[in-house]
């Protein structure tokens, strides 16, 4: 390694989405030197697919008067199924709207209230005051007792990501793309940075800080058809998992949204229904008024997807050479509706469907979407096990989501979160100087150019990575999905630690020199299969349903057992997690009854 190519900061931000970015601004308007890793352009970034909105309790539509942070805290803790840190909730609650008028001066062109009276799709006539017109737009959104989510037609994330990707941009902060961390840097107890590998010439280099930011999103990938990008295989997790000392919360908490359209898995937004969208099914009846006569459409995501799934068990979805699936339908919405509130879901299915949604139904079924887990923080983003390390955004389990995250809580918690952990870094990098051992980075380099080295020989091995994948993939989406069950976990888990044993002998192809996907894709496959091995175990040990988590064999949720959250750590040279476990902190609103989402139990 050359001294000369290493990289010092004062802040490593690992990540380029809204989360990442927020932070950066933070830290950099503090006066800190901040360098934000990336595999992609920042406004390439997943936050950009966002579509629907952010919520904050401003009040400003009729559906909305009267609105406060107590109320976005109560939809927020009953949404979690009573699994988040309640002090971080007010803490996000509170913070929301100042998140989301300060986007407003950065520029974001948020949908905004229009004076007089409509008629919604359910009949009922509203009216928006004069007095209102020109603030904030917001809309409804499932699982929420107030309208709430500003939105920008349906493009939210993306001018969020562009007015925010603008501010980094005017404070100067250097931006390295196309750079993958691969392994953090760290002696046990402290974090002084990462060795990242560019994705341009497959060259290792070294990124040394005072603080280290994790924000790299999702795994949602891992499941293979997912509405996430395809750089979303939660890799800023995978290598926190690999220190040995840093756990990982609520893995098995796994979100799928009602509304990815068949085949791609593509996302079309919550905002649909929440717009007033129906679901039917094959004979074009509206079916969840059936099981959900109060909320219908707009109950949570975990509940809407299980009622689709059980619907279909039913006989009653499409059949499709893809397999059954269900109708969206937005047509009573009307043109002028669904091509301004809607429009990117009308180019969505034009381009990837090949039909008109302000005519024709839209293929959907539930399909894997968000991870309410992710690297365990306290409620100022330090991560467990390592000084000097922070997450923020779905990277982390911060844990604002407990079982469940309400559609809207995500883009407002990349912001909210950047903001909290973005002073929280400032503050720390204030108080320490840049300081590291010489011969541990040594050693961390040596050790990450040992691996490339022994994949690029060729040698021993012959298990190929993309059918090791292709297993993995197949074992969560099969046995690890919305309805579990003991024996399905415990198959999953097997076929996890086979593959993860298989791994360790992975034969390139290809020479794997210059940007090589297939190097790429095998220095990531032993940690994304981790993770799958702590979501696979962590469900098969949650002998419960809570929020997303549904066991047919637990079919109820178990207070007495089971208000607690799993924190998952992977000792060096295991095969398997370990699993510990920490109470959820009830500080305002003790667990009771949702109001939704009641499933029929087998054999009543």
Not at 4 to 10: E, G, I, Y
Request: proline share 5%; glycine share 12%.
């Amino acid at each position: 390694m050359k001294w000369s190519d290493a990289h010092l900061t004062d802040v490593l931000v690992i990540g380029a989405g809204l989360a990442g970015e927020r932070v950066a601004i933070e830290a950099a308007t503090q006066g800190h030197q901040v360098t934000i890793l990336s595999l992609v352009p920042p406004r390439r970034s997943h936050s950009t697919a966002a579509q629907g909105g952010m919520q904050a309790s401003l009040g400003n539509v009729a559906m909305g008067y009267g609105d406060n942070p107590d109320i976005h805290f109560a939809d927020t803790v009953k949404g979690s199924d009573w699994g988040c840190d309640q002090e971080v909730a007010r803490l996000f609650c509170n913070l929301a709207p100042v998140a989301v008028r300060q986007m407003a001066q950065w520029g974001v062109p948020w949908s905004r209230v229009v004076p007089g009276k409509r008629l919604l799709p359910e009949g009922v006539e509203v009216e928006e005051l004069q007095e209102k017109a020109g603030l904030i737009a917001q809309r409804q959104f499932g699982g929420t007792a107030k309208w709430r989510t500003c939105f920008a037609a349906d493009g939210t994330g993306h001018v969020l990501q562009y007015a925010m990707d603008s501010v980094v941009v005017k404070l100067g902060v250097t931006v390295h793309d196309r750079m993958e961390a691969i392994a953090l840097i760290h002696d046990g107890e402290h974090c002084y940075g990462a060795v990242a590998l560019s994705l341009r010439d497959g060259s290792l280099r070294p990124y040394l800080a005072k603080a280290v930011v994790i924000a790299t999103g999702g795994y949602g990938r891992i499941y293979g058809v997912s509405t996430n990008a395809v750089i979303n295989e939660g890799t800023g997790m995978s290598i926190c998992l690999d220190t040995g000392v840093v756990p990982l919360g609520n893995m098995e908490a796994v979100q799928f949204h009602p509304t990815g359209i068949v085949p791609a898995g593509i996302l079309v937004t919550e905002g649909c229904r929440g717009d007033g969208g129906y679901l039917l099914d094959k004979n074009l009846h509206r079916f969840m008024p059936d099981y959900e006569p109060v909320k219908k459409e707009v109950a949570s995501r975990d509940v809407v997807s299980r009622w689709m799934l059980h619907h279909m068990s039913k006989g009653l979805g499409v059949d499709s050479p893809y397999g059954p699936h269900l109708w969206l339908d937005i047509r009573h919405l009307g043109k002028e509706h669904i091509c301004v509130n809607l429009r990117e879901v009308h180019a969505i299915c034009a381009n990837f469907l090949g039909i008109d949604c302000v005519e024709e139904l839209i293929p959907v079924r539930p399909t894997q979407h968000y991870s309410m887990g992710g690297i365990r923080t306290d409620v100022n983003g330090a991560a467990y096990g390592l000084q000097g390390l922070f997450a923020a955004g779905e990277a982390a389990c911060w844990d604002l989501h407990g079982f469940n995250r309400l559609g809207g809580n995500s883009l407002a918690e990349t912001i909210v979160a950047g903001m909290v952990v973005g002073e929280q870094v400032a503050r720390y990098a204030g108080e320490r100087s840049l300081e590291f051992p010489f011969a541990l980075v040594a050693d961390a380099m040596a050790a990450q150019e040992d691996r490339v080295s022994k994949l690029r020989s060729r040698s021993g091995g012959s298990e190929d990575v993309y059918r090791l994948r292709k297993g993995m993939e197949d074992a969560l989406l099969n046995n690890v999905g919305i309805f579990r069950t003991g024996e399905a976990l415990e198959k999953a888990v097997s076929i996890l630690q086979e593959l993860y044993q298989r791994s360790a002998n992975i034969r390139l192809r290809s020479s794997g020199l210059g940007p090589n996907p297939e190097l790429y894709a095998a220095l990531r496959l032993p940690g994304t299969l981790k993770l799958a091995l702590c979501i696979a175990q962590g469900a098969l040990q949650r002998t419960e349903s809570r929020g997303s988590h549904y066991r047919e064999d637990y079919p109820h949720r178990d207070d007495e057992n089971w208000l607690k959250r799993t924190l998952a750590y992977w000792p060096p040279g295991a095969d398997m997690p370990r699993l510990e476990y920490e109470p959820v902190k009830i500080t305002e609103l003790p667990p009771g009854d949702r109001g939704y989402g009641g499933m029929p139990i087998k054999g009543d």
